[in-house]
């Protein structure tokens, strides 16, 4: 079973994959973006559940949109 944590580090994940997917932007744009709003979506859903249950930082990450240092803090941290 998955911690919330590795659900949140896969859809950090994910996001990155869909905005480095040159070849789905040279394509097909529109899909890129629908893509990527919808992973953003779950991102935003999952740290409004969260809220004031996880570790202040990661907080600050999600709260800035600093997907990448919020991917990076549960990493390291070994929350995934």
């Known amino acids: ?39 953003s979506e779950s991102i935003q859903k999952w740290h409004t559940y969260h809220k004031g249950k996880i570790p202040s930082q990661l907080n600050h990450f999600l709260m800035q949109s600093s997907l990448g240092k919020a991917l990076d803090y549960v990493k390291s941290e070994g929350l995934n």
């Open 1 to 39: 079973m998955k911690t919330h944590y590795q659900v949140l580090a896969e859809t950090l994940e994910r996001r990155l994959e869909v905005i480095s997917d040159n070849q789905l932007r040279d394509t097909d744009p529109q899909e890129q973006l629908r893509q990527l709003q919808q992973v």
